[in-house]
């Protein structure tokens, strides 16, 4: 038996990449918005905010990558899953530190496993979730 697991996470470059995409995505939009990028174990490894993004959004973008990296799953799609189950979404609101469980967060996946997420904050639930739906898929594409 070997004691040890072996990860993959995003590389900074990588992070680097999808922070500037995010931004560029961003202003397209006309959206000033804070960006964050987790590594597969929720650490921060990028971040930026534009001049005029509320404070709220830095950490609300942290917390959106952090969501979707630790659950593997974009935090858009959790709105379903809470309707379908008011247990789950008594608990899951009282229980769970930093989810999120509306748009701006997808977890970014590299050969079907997921190496980090991306959290966009700074529009509404559905522009953050565009973007950064946007920014994963732009990733895949680097790694292509």
């Known amino acids: 038996m070997d004691p040890a697991v072996q990860r993959q996470t995003i590389s900074l470059q990588a992070a680097l990449l999808v922070v500037e995409t995010g931004l560029r995505e961003a202003a397209a939009a006309g959206v000033e918005a804070s960006v964050a990028v987790v ?11 534009t001049d005029d993004a509320p404070i709220a959004t830095v950490q609300l973008a942290i917390d959106k990558a ?14 379903p899953a809470l309707a379908a189950d008011p247990s789950l979404a008594a608990g899951l609101a009282a229980g769970v530190d930093r989810l999120v469980v509306f748009g701006g967060g997808v977890p970014l996946s590299l050969g079907g496993r997921v190496i980090g997420g991306v959290g966009v904050s700074g529009g509404s639930s559905e522009q953050d ?3 950064a739906q946007m920014v994963a898929h732009e990733l895949g594409e680097l790694a292509r």
């Open 129 to 131: 979730a565009q973007l």
């Open 39 to 49: 590594g597969e174990a929720g650490d921060l490894r990028a971040f930026t905010r």
């Open 66 to 79: 952090y969501s979707a990296a630790a659950c593997r799953l974009a935090t858009d799609a959790w709105a």
